[in-house]
């Protein structure tokens, strides 16, 4: 299994720019990416800014399959002018996980 985390940094008032453009991402993933098993999106409450993604694939082909779709160049069209810094990736190999059903 591999993963991408991104820790991603919108500059103060796009917020709500980001979260829109994340969401649509996870949106296309969940609706036409079957190997691409986990996307998650979060936004951290102390910082409105500050988004992260954990994205995990069953293979570096499912992995380059979304890098390089339509919809990510997509995300980064809109994200590029409100970054606010680098976004920080950490592509990894899975080594433990815990899934817990939805309630």
């Not at 299994?1 to 991603?8: C, G, K, S």
């Not at 002018?81 to 815990?98: N, Q, W």
Request: hydrophobic share 45%.
């Amino acid at each position: 299994m591999l993963t991408i985390t991104a820790v991603i940094r919108a500059k103060k008032g796009q917020e709500d720019t980001m979260r829109r453009a994340l969401l649509a991402v996870a949106d296309n993933v969940r609706l036409n990416e079957p190997n691409t098993i986990g996307f998650f999106v979060s936004q951290d409450p102390a910082d409105p800014c500050v988004f992260t993604t954990y994205e995990r694939f069953v293979d570096q082909a499912a992995m380059d399959a979304h890098n390089n779709s339509e919809v990510v160049a997509h995300f980064f069209g809109i994200a590029k002018p409100i970054l606010d810094g680098d976004v920080v990736l950490v592509t990894a190999s899975e080594i433990s996980a815990k899934a817990i059903p939805n309630r």
